[in-house]
């Protein structure tokens, strides 16, 4: 019996480029290690524009976190009456998942999104700013914020190795995509528990691309 | 009474290292095993849910099935280290001598070690006895051989088959010393959705474009849904042309 995390197997994986970031994931959803069960299982879930989560792990858990993770958004927003910033949303992510510290949800988070910065401009004008903003943790809760790339899942060490080869900085949307779409399908093709189809999107402050890739389904 | 078992069998593993001493050829290979009185309690123990050593999960598709124009063998090409994928190109068919072909499934040593060795075993008898080897005498010969190290860890389910002077014949072979003959057989962890694909098609008579399409058809159906099955599908077709 292998490990928890092997049951259903799947991997996400962020990258931030200029004024850009993309997350991307397979779409498999095993059972009892081996066997695939569906091939339209995304792991990637969007809190609100400028917020995505990527959560790979036990299927179960991952649907768990994702519903109480919009159920504390949503009411944060209607609290506040202002949308949740990225920070924030990390850090309330790190305190659910501590919670459970002694029964942890076996999920492997990755939050993607746009860090809004406000600055004045010359004439007294408030000006918003986008800064890409990546964030990586483990299934108790800590936090690691990168400004390069972010892997989880049960690839993770064949994506840190091609990432780490492929990563360029301040890449355009265009080149970001395609760095991106290689590195996931390089490690899809050396891992037996994930693959069967594969989701990438782009984010800029403004649109939000999203594409699905033609793997091999074996 | 525990004890008194432990000395018996004891005993026979004596006997049977004593025997084996003495009738070792200078040709063939001694294996070392754990240096201690009952050897196959090391295995047990290694595979014991502690520990979990030694459990291969037979983790490819192979099949074979008979029909009216001879016989086809088709297998994937992965091979997994857990949830690696080690290779995509594998040769999991082995020619063991120009008539009888093998496919390899579970521990890819164990497999390409014994074929190759059942290999040799053949041409030293058809050397002595100067008549090509039986399907059926080549797959006795093989499982005796696992059966002999029944308890040591060995994983290998092998589907042997061939052309003799009876014709076309089929066996599988397992490490657990199990010999079965028979017309279609598939082996590995995505058998399952191989036997479902070809039970649904399956007849004798089939011709040898439509049995070459059952075969490819059913290992692709096992690698899209097995993990453990994947990259490229090869085929042997044995036929009367052929021979």
Redesign the interface.
Known sequence: ??SIF?YN?GCVLGMSGEGCVAIACDLRL?SN????ISTNFTKIFKMNDHIYVGLSGLATDVQTIYEILRFRINLYEIKNNIKMDIECFTSMLSTILYSNRFSPYFVNPIVVGFKIVYNTDEHGNRVKTYVPFLTAFDLIGAKSETNNFVVNG?TSE?LFGLCESFYISNQDENGLFETISQCLLSAL?????SG?GAEVLVLTPDKVIKKKLKT??? | MTTCNENLIDEIDNLINNEEEENIDNDELEFCVAPINIPRNFIKFAKSDNHNLFNFHKGTTTLAFKFKDGIIVAVDSRASMGSFIASQEVQKIIEINKNILGTMAGGAADCFYWENYLGRIIKIYELRNNEKISVRAASTILSNILFQYKGYGLCCGIILSGYDHTGFNMFYVDDEGKKVEGNLFSCGSGSTYAYSILDSNYNFNLNVEEAVELARNAIYHATFRDGGSGGKIKMNNFSHFNI
């Open positions: 019996m292998g092997e197997g095993g290690r081996f066997t695939t049960v064949q093709d050396r891992d037996c528990l069967w091999r389904m074996d």
